[in-house]
């Protein structure tokens, strides 16, 4: 995990920094705010995935698994990346929005930026939990095609919650009054399910690693 967090870092720094500069201006300009903590935390569940990449060169994992870890250590670490890169900076990126807008606007939907920032992070725990089994399995050539439908899937989400959003006066609510439930509930349903996605991929995947051949 300190190998990946080093390697990320040393090579995406300046990208965090225009990031963060991106989210608030955005998040000042246009209505539809939730957008800034979704994209946040599904841009850098990817930038968690891209590591497997790195591992893969020049057939890094199998010298990887010469030292003395265990497979399960491996996938824990990437697991743990991904978890700590989307709630780290969608969390800070979203109060940071939150404060600009409080400044430039006189006031700021607290409760909603609050909701959004956490269906986002289920969603990308959902992502997490989805893409790591696939990685594991076919490597980062073969999985590419899942990523891209991925994103497919999600872009379509997030601009089909959009539109609902927009054409509402009531923020975030409209979510749940779809699944005609109140928003806090929502929030706890998403976090139950995305926790158990999780507990479950992470099984797979370890499952996974364990017969893989290096």
Same mark, same amino acid.
């Given at each position: 995990m300190i190998k990946d967090l080093r390697l990320v870092f040393s090579q995406m720094k300046l990208f965090f920094v225009i990031m963060a500069v991106w989210g608030i201006f955005m998040a000042v300009n246009i209505e539809q705010f939730y957008f800034v903590p979704a994209y946040t935390a599904v841009f850098c569940t990817f930038i968690s995935l891209s590591t497997y990449s790195y591992d893969e060169f020049e057939n890094g994992t199998a010298y990887l698994f010469t030292l003395p870890i265990r497979r399960r250590d491996y996938?824990?670490?990437?697991?743990?990346?991904?978890?700590?890169?989307?709630m780290v900076p969608t969390i800070v990126i979203t109060f940071a929005a939150?404060?600009? &807008?409080?400044?430039?606007? #006189?006031?700021? !939907?607290?409760?909603e930026y609050f909701a959004a920032t956490v269906i986002s992070i289920g969603i990308a725990l959902v992502l997490l939990a989805v893409e790591n089994p696939l990685y594991i399995r076919f490597?980062?050539?073969?999985?590419?095609?899942?990523?891209?439908v991925?994103? &497919?899937?999600?872009?379509? #989400?997030?601009? !089909?919650?959009?539109?609902?959003?927009?054409?509402s006066a009531d923020g975030m609510s409209v979510i749940s009054s779809i699944l005609g439930l109140d928003l806090w509930m929502l929030m706890l349903l998403m976090a139950a399910v995305s926790a158990v996605l999780v507990c479950v991929s992470y099984c797979i995947s370890c499952a996974m690693i364990e017969k893989k051949q290096y």
């Open positions: 996938v824990r670490a990437k697991y743990l990346l991904g978890i700590l890169f989307m939150c404060v600009a &807008g409080m400044v430039t606007k #006189g006031e700021a !939907a607290v409760w490597g980062q050539e073969k999985s590419r095609i899942f990523k891209l991925s994103f &497919g899937i999600i872009g379509g #989400g997030l601009g !089909a919650i959009g539109s609902l959003v927009g054409e």
